[in-house]
């Protein structure tokens, strides 16, 4: 752990603030900034409880957590609205389900004339404990975004309005998946945090991912 690290980091999740914009904030000189984040100096508490109101953290966080380790696999941390889209979905419940629900929504696609599909997922929450506990099995859903005038035959047909949401892009999450994937919500819900926004709940938008096989953006909705 490192208090640099992890002021380095926050700094990175506030949109990239520079030294010379947390120097301003904090009333000290940029090289003040530059010794913290070298671990050369620390802050007096009164300005490391100033800290932790401008990057909305606890002292422990900032003195005792590992933060920096989070983000060494991610890039474009970001808020976007995503514009409002029409889509159908899919949902298995199986020992491992991912490939099944994709590969449907995927035949549905192509049996639309559309070979490179739009596809996003999330995890199924409607399983049971004992799906889960005894016979190891969870649930997926992937959905199928609809371009323009595509219709899918028998298929019923979900609308979501626009809605903002907070975004981070994972580089070759399959690598170490049960690793990289959950950091980078932890990456993400403290981007959320530090910039003041909520996790959005609704049952009106989903929260998602979106994956070509190599790298993935994670979505979460936000307020």
């Known amino acids: 752990m490192s ?59 900032l003195f005792r957590d590992d933060m920096a380790t989070w983000g060494e696999a991610y890039t474009n941390l970001r808020t976007e609205t995503v514009p409002a889209f029409r889509y159908i979905k899919h949902a298995v419940i199986s020992s491992n389900p991912e490939g099944d629900a994709i590969d449907r929504v995927f035949s549905i696609a192509r049996s639309c004339g559309v070979e490179n599909p739009r596809v996003i997922g999330w995890d199924f929450p409607n399983v ?31 609308e979501q309005a626009a809605h903002r949401y907070a975004a981070i892009h994972i580089e070759k999450p399959f690598e170490n998946p049960f690793v990289v994937i959950p950091n980078a919500y932890k990456t993400l819900m403290e981007y959320m945090r530090v910039n003041g926004l909520a996790e959005y709940t609704g049952k009106d938008a989903i929260p998602c991912f979106e994956t070509d096989g190599e790298s993935m953006d994670v979505y979460m909705v936000c307020r």
């Open 3 to 61: 208090f640099g690290k992890n002021l380095q980091f926050l700094r990175h999740l506030r949109g990239n603030m520079t030294q010379e914009d947390l120097a301003e904030k904090m009333k000290v000189s940029r090289q003040t900034v530059s010794k913290w984040e070298l671990d050369a100096a620390q802050p007096e508490m009164d300005k490391a409880i100033e800290l932790c109101r401008l990057f909305n953290c606890s002292l422990d966080s």
């Open 128 to 158: 049971s404990q004992e799906q889960i506990n005894v016979f190891n099995m969870h649930g997926y859903e992937a959905a199928w975004i609809l371009p323009d005038g595509v219709v899918p035959p028998g298929v019923e047909v979900y």
